[in-house]
C-alpha cells in the first residue's frame, strides 16, 4: 500500500513541511471561528425566544423555553468534544519539529596503534548515515477501540488572529408580497383645533368724486327809489333813548339756486373669498318611542328624520346604516336607557360597531337606579375602506334594557 498523498489535482500542488505545520495551524484557527459562530447564533436563539430579540409575536410558552434550553445544551456538548479534539490537534503540531538540519560529515577514521593493542585512540566522528531503506506496506489499520472518556477542559489558548472575512453571499430573491393586513381600528378623534382668526376686512372702495357746485342764483332787482331825488332832506328826527335807530326791515331772501349733479359712483369694490360651506351628504335617525333591546343586539331607528346626499344610507325600522366606501364620517349618538329590576343598581351601557367589530372609545356607561333613565351619548370618527362598511349601536349592559328617544346622526367629512 502506498502512502498517503496529496489527491491528483491539477495543476500539482507541492506543499513543504513549514507549510503544511502554517496550513494545520490556519484549519484549526477556521475550525474555532466556525464554533464561535455556533455558539452566538445559540445565544440568539436564546434571546429569540425569551423575547430580548425583535421578531418574535407571540410569547413563547415555558415548555418552548425548555425545549431551546435543552438543544442549547445537546449542542454545547458537542462543541466541547470537539474543542478537545482540536486542543489535541493544535499541541501535536506546535510540538512537531519544523525544520530538520542536514547531517554533518563524518570525520576521517584515526590510525590503527601498533601491537600490543595500544591506547584506544578518539573516537572517530560518526559516519555518513546511510540511505534509508524502503518504508515497508502499511499493515491493515485494526478496529478503533472505544471512545475513552473526555477528560477535563484545558486551559484557553492565546486567541488566534482573526481569519479573513468571508466574501458576501448573493443576494436571495425577493419573497413574494404577503397579503395585506386587515384595516385597523380607527383612531381616537383628536381634540378640535382652535377656530382660525377672523380674516382681514376688505379694502374699501375709492370714494366717488364731489360733484360740481352748483350755479349762484342771479342777483335780485334793486328796488325804485323814493319820488324826490332831488329834495333836500328833511330834518332829522329825534335821537331816539340809546342814541341808535330803529333796525330796518330785514329784505327778502333770495331765490335758492339751482341743485347741483351727483358726482360719479365710485368703482365697487372686490368681492370677498367665500367662506367654507357646510357638507352635503347628512343624515340623522330616530326612535321616538321606547324599545326593549336584549343584551347584544343592536337598536332600531324607525324614522329616517334627515338624509341629504347618497353617502349615508338606511332602511327605517333597521338597525344598520350603511356607509359608502372611502370617505370619514362624523359619528354622534345619544339614548336614554331604564335598566330593570327595582332591588338595587345595574350599569346600562352602549356602543358603536362597524362592519360588527367594537370601535374603540365609542361606548357609554351609566351606573342607574331602578326606574331613573340614565342619558348616555358618544361620538367619534370613522374612515371607511374600499367597500361600505356598516355601522350599528348596540345594547352592552349585560341585561335586557329598555332604551327611549334614541337617536343617531352622520356627516361625511370627504
Not at 466556525?34 to 434571546?47: C, D, F, P, R, Y
Not at 519544523?98 to 590510525?111: D, I, K, L, R, Y
Request: hydrophobic share 35%; aromatic share 2%; net charge negative.
Amino acid at each position: 500500500m502506498s502512502q498517503a498523498n496529496i489527491p491528483n489535482i491539477t495543476p500539482t500542488i507541492t506543499v513543504t513541511r513549514d507549510e503544511a505545520i502554517t496550513l494545520l495551524l490556519a484549519s484549526i484557527a477556521l475550525e474555532e471561528i466556525g464554533l464561535s459562530h455556533v455558539i452566538n447564533a445559540e445565544a440568539e436563539k436564546l434571546q429569540y425566544v425569551l423575547g430580548t430579540l425583535p421578531g418574535l409575536s407571540t410569547p413563547a410558552t415555558i415548555s418552548d423555553v425548555l425545549a431551546v434550553n435543552e438543544s442549547v445544551r445537546d449542542l454545547l456538548k458537542v462543541i466541547t468534544k470537539k474543542e478537545w479534539l482540536l486542543e489535541n490537534k493544535l499541541c501535536t503540531v506546535i510540538n512537531s519539529e519544523v525544520t530538520v538540519g542536514a547531517t554533518g560529515a563524518t570525520g576521517a577514521t584515526g590510525a590503527t596503534g601498533p601491537s600490543p593493542t595500544g591506547p584506544q585512540g578518539p573516537t572517530g566522528g560518526t559516519g555518513a548515515t546511510g540511505a534509508t531503506g524502503a518504508t515497508g506496506s502499511t499493515g491493515a489499520t485494526g478496529s478503533i477501540g472505544p471512545t475513552g472518556d473526555i477528560g477535563p477542559a484545558g486551559a484557553t489558548g492565546v486567541d488566534g488572529d482573526p481569519g479573513a472575512t468571508g466574501a458576501t453571499g448573493a443576494t436571495g430573491a425577493t419573497g413574494d408580497p404577503g397579503q395585506t393586513g386587515p384595516t385597523g381600528l380607527t383612531g381616537v378623534t383628536g381634540n378640535q383645533g382652535a377656530i382660525g382668526g377672523t380674516g382681514a376686512t376688505g379694502a374699501t372702495g375709492a370714494t366717488g368724486a364731489t360733484g360740481a357746485t352748483g350755479i349762484t342764483g342771479s342777483t335780485g332787482v334793486t328796488g325804485i327809489t323814493g319820488p324826490c331825488p332831488d329834495c333836500p332832506p328833511g330834518p332829522t328826527g329825534p335821537t331816539g333813548p340809546d342814541g341808535i335807530g330803529a333796525t330796518g326791515a330785514t329784505g327778502a331772501t333770495g331765490i335758492t339756486g339751482a341743485t347741483g349733479a351727483f358726482g360719479a359712483t365710485g368703482a365697487t369694490g372686490a368681492v370677498g373669498a367665500t367662506g367654507p360651506t357646510i357638507t352635503n351628504d347628512n343624515a340623522n335617525f330616530v326612535t321616538d318611542g321606547s324599545q326593549v333591546v336584549a343584551d347584544g343586539v343592536a337598536l332600531i331607528f324607525l324614522t329616517n328624520q334627515t338624509v341629504n346626499g347618497t353617502l349615508i344610507t338606511h332602511i327605517p325600522g333597521t338597525d344598520t346604516i350603511t356607509l359608502a366606501a372611502n370617505h370619514s364620517y362624523y359619528v354622534e349618538y345619544e339614548t336614554q336607557a331604564l335598566t330593570g329590576g327595582t332591588a338595587a343598581t345595574s350599569t346600562a351601557s352602549v356602543e358603536l360597531l362597524f362592519d360588527g367589530i367594537p370601535v374603540p372609545v365609542t361606548e357609554a356607561s351609566m351606573v342607574t337606579v331602578p326606574g331613573v333613565l340614565a342619558e348616555l351619548t358618544n361620538h367619534t370618527i370613522i374612515q371607511t375602506g374600499g367597500t361600505p362598511g356598516s355601522l350599528q349601536l348596540f345594547n352592552t349592559s349585560g341585561v335586557t334594557t329598555t332604551f327611549s328617544n334614541s337617536s343617531l346622526s352622520v356627516i361625511a367629512l370627504q
